[in-house]
């Protein structure tokens, strides 16, 4: 079994996800990057797109759409301005975070009128 | 008939036992609405705490970066942003808030600094648009129940104005939540950015990160987050401390209508009593003269 490290994935409104896991892939604005424990500290910007965690026996898959991937002393941080759990594939959470960044986009020209 | 002043005493502890039903209703929607105002708080919390630690970090390994939104510029302009509720019937609420930004903006025109007032919230609009103030901005309808997106549109209004340099500085009026028994309205710096205190010991953050894309382009992503995460947090609070407000200022209201029904209801028994003696008088004197003659 793989050695596990400290997941938390936080949305301004709530903590979206919070535990231990084996690995994260999550998507950066310069590519997929993937984590496994003892990654060396790495702070990233995120992209819009899927992330994966994926612990001993389950694998959660997270809609994220832009902030901050921090690992830091076997920590893995996600701080997203929008993330949400998604039922389904990592297509099913791509759709769902492009569906995330329409609908803010959509609310900055409603702001910009 | 002498029951003129009964009808009109009992018609008045109608109107205040009405008055005192809706002000109890009220004070039972506030208390429900600041529990779940609360835990809106403590939920934004760990993203807030997160951001300064990454904040920290950041700025630590990029050896005291510096970015616009840092630095402290000639105050030539000061924005001022005052966040109030939309609705009234919250006690000293909106006007402490008020109240204390009004006496700074007159602070800053005696040392001939120049202004730019934005609005959140109906009651501070109103106040300031009355008085003759110019409001550049104002944001309605966001602070009775405030999302992350009324946070961004109120971030990045500041920001905008801050870039094209129409303010030099910003500073919020708000109300922070103590506890469930005080709240304090209180000025918050928002702009310039101050960096959140670092914790750890230079040497704990000596760990070099690597950087994707790189610290600054990091940095500049980070730093409006953090001013949206900021005022998301303010913003909160103020609506939790409306909510406490309120619940207090109805609590009040409710036992004050008690004690006048109480009080009122005496001056009925004691006007009903005069006119039964009244009428008893008046029988027995017409009983009398009978038998007189």
Known sequence: ?113 | MASAELRLIRRRIRSVESTMKITSAMELIAASRIVRAQARVEAAQPYTDKLVEVISNVGAASGGASHPLLDIRERRVAGVLVVTSDRGLAGGYNSNVIRLAERRLIELRNQRTDTRLYCVGRKSNSYFRYRGYQIERSFLGVTDTPGYGDARAIANTILNEYAEEAVDSVDAFTTRYVSALTQTATEWPLLPIQPPAREQSADEIATGYTYEPNPESILNRLLPRYLEASVFGMLLEASASEHAARRRAMKAATEAAEELTKILSREANQARQAEITTEISEIVGGAEALTAG
């Open chain 1, 1 to 113: 079994m793989a050695a596990s490290f400290q997941v938390d994935v936080v949305s301004p409104e709530a903590t979206v996800w919070s535990g231990e896991a084996e690995l994260v892939t999550a998507r950066t604005t310069e590519g997929d990057i993937g984590i496994m424990a003892d990654h060396e500290p790495t702070m990233a910007a995120l992209a819009t797109g899927s992330a994966e965690i994926h612990t001993g026996s389950d694998k959660i898959t997270v809609a994220v759409h832009g902030g901050f991937l921090q690992i830091y002393r076997n920590q893995v941080t996600l701080l997203s301005d929008r993330a949400e759990i998604v039922e389904g594939d990592a297509d099913a959470a791509r759709q769902q975070a492009e569906a995330l960044r329409d609908a803010e986009e959509a609310a900055q020209e409603d702001q910009s009128e």
